[in-house]
């Protein structure tokens, strides 16, 4: 039949054909639907449709308002023209990744950038013989001599004034030595950017700070206050592009240091005493396909910026770090901020889920120069080494070599799956610019060469480079196009989405519609996709579509849905931190419900969902994986065959940040009386908000995981010493022990209605008092403190169960298996056929007994009596 149309219409171009093959396709659909639709009609609908001049749909969004304000149709109009937006949406998106995938490609997967840090207040004195290096855009000179110079080539060059935050740099101008101090805002992060872009877009990508110490590479990753560096900002731009996809995101975020080779968890608080429990090693695996798992890894759920970025301060304060010659609180390791995200059903992604590393190197220096000697000695050489054996990697990558030696150091290793052709490797390589630190320079700029690999010859001819350039602008034109008509796209959807709202107050929300259709099989979704190509009046409604079961969601997922249990209060208020502490084998606290083994790096992102109540990146799945089961849309629900689990919890102060013991307020004022900085932490009793519903507050962290079927909670803070401390009771907000009713064990739902809070002894990690404190009513307020962090601790659920809810659980269950007739039909005519088959036994064996003892002389009646 397809044929025939084909050939009725006599097309040539393939493109023609291709948009006839669908539309005779959905017209056949249609003739299924309604037998009056006759293959003359729909003939002769073909022809009028062809003969239609074409306009490609949803050009811009003001095209969309003509369609669906001037039409003033009814909901399922609404409901299609959103479908048809979200489709275009795809799509641009699609060519979008295409730009910036081929602009990235011609400014190549490896870029390597320069940034000469200015002179620093105190090296005035270097001012008067002026700077050695001096650059322009993408080239370096260093003075060498009073007539040599030497000239280095790099994808972009930093100068000294070049900024990186939002504030603008010129307010310290009196500060540094200034040679184009006209700051031009946000440089820096505007060639980390499109790196972020591919991210998202489901590339692995790593950003590094290279260069020698205290030349400002810590400066460029973290950054100040008032000009953020490249992890927060690149971290703040994902969570933005992301929540503007429209798609269910998850983020986890990870940090770790590599210390003299070795590999330590940032997120994981220090034991000081070797009797306690150590937080267990992480080691490097490869999965089948060959991405890199670090085993044990702390991942942290995340669901927006500030809630990383609490993280990754915390991370910082926990990082090896030491005063050298060069630099007062100088990094003794590399330190690597990971983040990993997963994108629900983006299927124009390169990947479901890929990983950012953020990567702070140690210093390099050279060791023999600065004198340093025994443990610094030992740090300096382990990062020479690592830095060198990095350099091979990149400079292996760069010539395509058959063999690429990631298994020289534990760094490479690590970043096996992020540095390669499929990745977007981006390199800060820092400078000084003083006179004494030019052997430094030299070398610092000689690896940048090396990674880059342009003294193989690499260097483009000035014709293709011009070439080149073009074509870079036209991409990246492109990429800015269509990111414009994507925002115009957005806005459009939105306005109507506010429509349909208006319109349909009552009616399930077009979300839920459209998000179970995103997670049913593809097949629904190229079917939707060619019915966005359609004219209007021929796309089926939905009433149509669910008459021919096009719109049916994925069975299973219905099933699921309905069986979930009611929804719960949002948990945008909870106020912990919380992460499955990962621990293999068997707990040292022997006690029947330690069971120790936890969710894997691997299993917290599969249970972990987007936060409830954004409902463009809700979604509904259910999975099992590994021993965890997720129970839909709901980011606290989760369920483990074990009674007991570990998490790592990240205690918030008080609201307002009150500190609550009150004898600490007068050391902490002593402190900051004497102006000195708090060496020795500091106890105090931080809340830790196991769910809370009275507290709003939007930066609320992941709240800790509930455990299935839990009778009886206890909760165990493991102490530094090594022992337990049970704070259970300890709980203010806690009723009784947490007893759930009959009706509440069937939900599988987190027990509480209530909120929890649990006080807990924990340290308070600060390096410097906040500015203002006051003292008001005994209790010390912390008018700034993001300088204050409660140090993390483990906490371990313990969940009971009471044996005679089980025996009545296992009662009601039987009790509804029995009135549960059809499924159970066979075992009860198999019950039936027993118990007469028992009772025929009975009479036979009785009457055989009456007569053999007859002969004895006893009467019947005995042994009537005696069989019943
Ligand atoms: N571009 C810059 N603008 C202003 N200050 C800078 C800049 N770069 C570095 N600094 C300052 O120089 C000092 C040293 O910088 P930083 O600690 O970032 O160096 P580093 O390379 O990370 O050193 P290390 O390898 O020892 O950790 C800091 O006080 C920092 O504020």
């Not at 052997?439 to 690499?458: D, N, Y």
């Not at 120790?596 to 109540?613: F, L």
């Not at 809370?692 to 939007?698: I, Q, W």
Request: aromatic share 6%; glycine share 6%.
């Amino acid at each position: 039949m397809q044929e025939n149309y084909e050939h009725s219409f006599g097309l040539k171009s393939m493109e023609s054909r291709k948009s006839v093959r669908k539309l005779s396709d959905t017209i056949r659909s249609l003739l299924g639907l309604k037998a009056h639709f006759t293959p003359t009609w729909a003939d002769s609908v073909c022809k009028i449709v062809k003969e239609l001049p074409y306009e490609e749909p949803y050009k811009n969004g003001s095209q969309v308002k003509c369609l669906s304000f001037e039409t003033m149709g009814s909901s399922e109009n609404i409901q299609d023209d959103i479908a048809a937006l979200y489709d275009h949406l795809n799509r641009l998106n699609l060519q979008r990744r295409q730009a910036l995938n081929d602009f990235l490609d011609l400014k190549g997967n490896i870029r390597v950038l320069c940034r000469i840090r200015p002179m620093a207040p105190r090296e005035e004195i270097f001012l008067l013989q002026g700077s050695v290096v001096a650059g322009d855009s993408n080239n370096v000179f260093l003075k060498l001599g009073e007539s040599k110079s030497k000239r280095y080539s790099f994808d972009t060059v930093f100068h000294p004034g070049s900024s990186q935050g939002y504030a603008k740099f010129v307010e310290k101008k009196e500060n540094f030595h200034e040679i184009d101090f006209l700051a031009r805002d946000e440089e820096v992060f505007s060639e980390v950017e499109p790196v972020i872009k591919s991210a998202l877009d489901g590339y692995n990508a790593c950003i590094f700070a290279y260069g020698q110490t205290g030349t400002g590479k810590t400066f460029t990753m973290e950054g100040k206050d008032n000009c953020p560096g490249v992890v927060p900002r690149a971290i703040e731009a994902l969570f933005k592009q992301a929540e503007d996809s429209n798609h269910a995101f998850l983020f986890t975020f990870s940090m770790l240091e590599i210390y003299m080779g070795n590999l330590r968890d940032l997120l994981v608080p220090q034991m000081k005493k070797s009797m306690n429990p150590m937080p267990p090693c992480l080691t490097i695996k490869t999965d089948p396909k060959g991405g890199i798992e670090i085993e044990n890894l702390i991942a942290i759920r995340v669901n927006d910026f500030n809630q990383a970025k609490r993280l990754y301060v915390l991370g910082n304060r926990l990082r090896s770090t030491a005063s050298t010659n060069s630099n007062a609180t100088s990094s003794r390791s590399h330190c690597l901020t990971r983040i990993t995200m997963t994108f629900i059903h983006a299927l124009e992604r390169h990947r479901e889920t890929n990983k950012i590393w953020m990567i702070d190197l140690g210093g390099s220096e050279r060791v023999l120069k600065t004198k340093t000697r025994g443990k610094r000695f030992d740090e300096g050489k382990a990062i020479n080494l690592s830095l060198s054996a990095l350099g091979d990697v990149i400079s292996a990558l760069q010539r395509r070599r058959s063999h690429i030696p990631y298994r020289n150091s534990k760094l490479t290793q690590v970043l096996r799956d992020s540095l390669g052709e499929d990745s977007k490797t981006l390199m800060l390589v820092h400078v000084s610019p003083k006179e004494e630190d030019l052997c430094e320079t030299v070398c610092s700029l000689g690896f940048a060469t090396r990674v880059k690999s342009i003294h193989l010859g690499h260097l483009d001819s000035s014709e293709v480079q011009v070439k080149k350039e073009v074509a870079m602008a036209k991409f990246l034109q492109k990429v800015k196009q269509l990111e414009y008509e994507q925002e115009n796209v957005r806005r459009d959807i939105k306005n109507l989405k506010a429509d349909l709202e208006h319109r349909t107050m009552s009616e399930p929300s077009f979300d839920e519609h459209f998000q179970v259709q995103n997670i049913s099989d593809a097949s629904q979704d190229s079917q939707h996709c060619i019915n966005s190509q359609l004219p209007r009046f021929m796309m089926p409604t939905i009433c149509s579509r669910s008459k021919s079961g096009v719109n049916q969601p994925n069975r299973q997922i219905s099933q699921k849905k309905d069986s979930l249990p009611t929804r719960r209060r949002k948990t945008s208020s909870i106020r912990a931190a919380s992460v499955t502490f990962p621990i293999t084998g068997i707990s040292e606290y022997g006690s029947e419900f330690s069971v120790s083994r936890t969710a894997s790096e691997c299993d917290i992102k599969m249970v972990i969902c987007p936060e409830e109540g954004n409902s463009e990146s809700n979604f509904t799945f259910s999975k099992t994986h590994s021993n965890y089961k997720m129970v839909k849309n709901d980011p606290t629900t989760y369920t483990s065959p074990h009674g007991s689990k570990r998490v790592l919890v990240v205690p918030l102060l008080e609201k307002k940040n009150k500190i609550f013991e009150h004898d600490k307020a007068e050391k902490l004022d002593g402190l900051r009386m004497s102006g000195g900085n708090m060496t020795e932490p500091v106890n105090i009793e931080a809340h830790l908000f196991l769910n809370d519903s009275a507290v709003k507050d939007s930066e609320a962290p992941t709240p800790i995981s509930p455990l299935e079927k839990c009778d009886v909670l206890e909760l165990f803070i493991l102490q530094e010493d090594g022992t337990e401390k049970n704070v259970t009771n300890l709980n203010e907000g806690l009723h009784g022990n947490v007893s759930k009713s009959e009706q509440e064990l069937g939900s599988q739902n987190w027990p509480l209605t209530e909120a929890m809070i649990c006080p807990i002894r924990t340290e308070l990690i600060a390096q410097e008092l906040p500015k203002e404190t006051l003292v008001s009513d005994g209790e010390m307020i912390l008018q700034e403190s993001p300088h204050y962090l409660a140090r993390p601790c483990l906490l371990e659920m313990r969940c009971r169960r009471d044996l005679s809810m089980d025996l009545r659980d296992a009662e009601s269950e039987h009790h509804a298996s029995m009135s549960y007739i059809e499924p159970q039909e066979e075992n009860t005519k198999t019950g039936i056929l027993d118990l007469l088959r028992w009772k025929v036994h009975m009479v036979y064996g009785g009457a055989l007994l009456g007569l053999g003892v007859q002969n004895i002389g006893l009467d019947d009646e005995f042994f009537y009596g005696l069989m019943l």
